[in-house]
């Protein structure tokens, strides 16, 4: 890290339990190195401590610091080296574009023991990243504050972190309340001088009170933010109404949208028939779409083809995965595959209930097509041999696109 020229670029030192506060203290030192030029650094699960993330600031603070990722992740670390790190990313010279942490929880203590227990309340780590100041000189690009209980770690209001109980474990316990943290968090979006980009709140309890919050937030600040991901959250219907009135917007910067998973939805058929009026909207960019696990059947399918036949389509990857589509659906898919405008290039069909039927339905439509299809996957379906070599043997013909075939 110190050799000149040093040409180390990434580091990872992830999972050593033994890393001490003083080897933490003299890979900073590295890092002030002036010929140091290390732009990556892992510490995923390494038990740091305060005095290690104050060693940590220096090195972020140190003149010129070329860091850009840091990974933090699956430490205990509390609000006070949260606050020493936020303290680091004010600096003018810190050049930090992604800071992971994602908080692993210490066990929880059943039911039955937190009864009439009180439970001590330590200052919520929201109050360090929602006051303003430490956004106002702030190069940081992307957060990320997901995990199964990262939000209310980070951004909750509850010390003890409850899992969500399987069925007959005993009485229910309420997950955590990450709403509430959100609107916090929201404080340090409205800042005039907040440059955040990327924002991923996976999986952490967040309800339609949250998109409200950051709907408000974003409409308020001509937003910098190109990139929000609330995936696995409790949103609702209505949550998703009130982050469309952003999208309204004329300052919303998100980008035009290129990607939209829409997976483990109750969509049914009714709702990709709406969603395919998008489609078919000359103005669609959609080059990624996700249907996985949405009680589909071959009516969507039905409906799928027609629109993107329609449009002449951006749509480079379809995910159709555990859908009740059968071969009738994958015959219909096929009439958008033989189309010479279809620029799809990776079709996922696993678990949708196809037979061999649907391989000669394939094979059909892809000879038919010089396709541009490079990956097909029918993982999880009961197809037999003769309908695998059908399409094994267009994997090996160099005249046809596909090049991965996945049973």
């Known amino acids: ?19 001490t506060d003083d080897a933490v203290k003299l890979l900073s030192s590295a890092m002030m190195h002036p010929n140091c030029r290390l732009e990556t650094l892992r510490l995923v699960n390494c038990s ?4 290690s993330c104050g060693s940590l600031a220096s090195a972020l603070r140190s003149n010129p610091s070329h860091l850009r990722v840091l990974y933090l992740s699956e430490n205990q670390l509390q609000d006070p080296a949260v606050k020493l790190l936020c303290g680091a990313l004010q600096d003018p010279l810190c050049e930090l ?11 929880p203590k059943p039911a039955s023991l937190l ?30 504050l997901s995990s199964r209980d990262g939000l209310s770690w980070s951004c909750g209001t509850s010390s003890e972190v409850q899992p969500l109980p399987s069925e007959g474990s005993g009485p229910e316990l309420e997950p955590p309340a990450g709403s509430g943290g959100v609107k916090r968090l929201c404080s340090g979006l ?3 001088n907040c440059k955040l980009e990327r924002l991923r709140l996976l999986c952490c309890s967040l309800s339609e009170i949250s998109c409200g919050s950051l709907a408000s937030a974003l409409r308020s600040n001509p937003s910098h933010l190109r990139e929000l991901d609330l995936s696995q959250n409790k949103l609702q219907d209505s ?21 939209l998973d829409l997976s483990q939805n109750q969509l049914q058929d009714s709702g990709v028939k709406l969603l395919c009026g998008f489609l078919q909207d000359p103005n669609c960019r959609l080059e990624t779409l996700g249907l996985w696990d949405c009680s589909l059947s071959e009516i969507s399918c039905d409906s799928l083809a027609s629109a993107l036949r329609s449009n002449p ?11 009740f589509l059968q071969d009738p659906g994958v015959k219909l898919l096929c009439g958008f595959l033989h189309f010479p405008n279809c620029r799809l290039e990776t079709l996922r069909l696993s678990g949708c ?15 038919s097509n010089p396709s541009h299809l490079r990956e097909l996957d029918l993982s999880g379906n009961q197809v037999q041999d003769s309908g695998v070599k059908l399409l094994s043997a267009l994997v090996e013909n160099p005249h046809y696109g596909l090049e991965t075939l996945i049973q």
């Open 1 to 19: 890290m110190t050799s000149n020229p040093s040409n180390l670029r990434e580091l990872s030192l992830s999972n050593n339990q033994s890393l």
């Open 48 to 51: 740091l401590s305060e005095i």
């Open 97 to 107: 574009e992604t800071l992971r942490w994602l908080h692993s929880s210490q066990k």
């Open 115 to 144: 009864k009439g227990q009180q439970v001590e309340q330590k200052p919520p780590a929201e109050k360090v990243l929602s006051e303003r100041k430490w956004w106002r000189t702030m190069k940081l690009a992307k957060i990320h």
């Open 190 to 192: 409205e800042s005039p």
């Open 239 to 259: 949550g998703v109404k009130l982050l469309c009135g952003f999208l309204h917007f004329p300052n919303c910067r998100l980008e035009t949208l290129r990607e």
């Open 313 to 323: 389509s951006h749509l480079r990857e379809l995910d159709l995965g555990y859908n």
């Open 353 to 367: 209930s196809l037979s061999e039927i649907s391989c000669d339905s394939l094979a059909s439509a892809l000879r």
